[in-house]
């Protein structure tokens, strides 16, 4: 889950903040937000299971800014590897770069050996072959991609089992081992 999803959330966010300014237990927590001891019980459960909000030694709860701090580092250093993407062919780095910026994807392209091209360079960054993937998190892969988009998760999810860089068996999808052979001939098809 993403942080911005996880705070997405009106009780999540309320109880992060009551945390944040100093409450230190669950009862603290739901007077601070003003939240049922119920919904506030949920939302700290969701925020630890998240690991934004832990418990110290003395049980008190506790912000983790280490993970603030981390997630930070990781944004940055993740947006300058995908700001331009580089194939070390000019002409598919060009391809890419009108379809993908910033590690999103603005639209699909319609030309059929372009879509099959920005649709591998997806399928590469975001799955491993042979791994397998419940739809939930193929999903939240793909949102990612999407984010103020034209194209959405579903559709772009689609595409790629139909264009065979994901296979799908009973909600599970994989990356196939032969993907990589099938990037080059790909390759040999645009030059």
């Known amino acids: 889950m993403t942080l911005i999803r996880l705070f997405a959330d009106e009780s999540r966010a309320r109880a992060f903040a009551a945390v944040a300014l100093g409450a230190g237990s669950p009862a603290d927590v739901a007077r601070a937000a003003g939240l049922p001891a119920k919904d506030a019980a949920l939302a700290l459960l969701r925020l630890r299971e998240q690991g934004v909000v832990t ?10 800014y280490d993970l603030f701090r981390e997630r930070a ?7 300058q590897a995908t700001a331009t993407p580089s194939s070390g ?17 603005l639209r699909l392209p ?8 920005v649709l591998r360079h997806i399928a590469e960054r975001s ?20 984010e103020d988009g034209e194209t ?7 595409c790629l089992v139909d264009l065979h860089q994901l296979r799908r068996s009973d909600g599970v999808y994989r990356r196939p081992e ?5 990037a080059e001939a790909a390759e040999a098809e645009i030059a």
């Open 55 to 64: 418990a110290g030694d003395d049980g008190a709860l506790r912000v983790a």
């Open 73 to 79: 580092r990781e944004g940055a250093a993740g947006r």
């Open 89 to 105: 062919d000019e002409r598919t780095d060009m391809i890419l770069r009108t379809f993908v910026r910033d590690g999103r994807l």
């Open 110 to 117: 319609t030309q059929w050996t372009r879509k099959k091209l």
């Open 127 to 146: 799955f491993e072959p042979g791994v397998e993937y419940p739809e939930r998190a193929v999903d939240e892969k793909l949102r990612a991609w999407c």
């Open 152 to 158: 959405d998760h579903v559709t772009l999810r689609r």
């Open 178 to 182: 032969a993907a990589a052979e099938a």
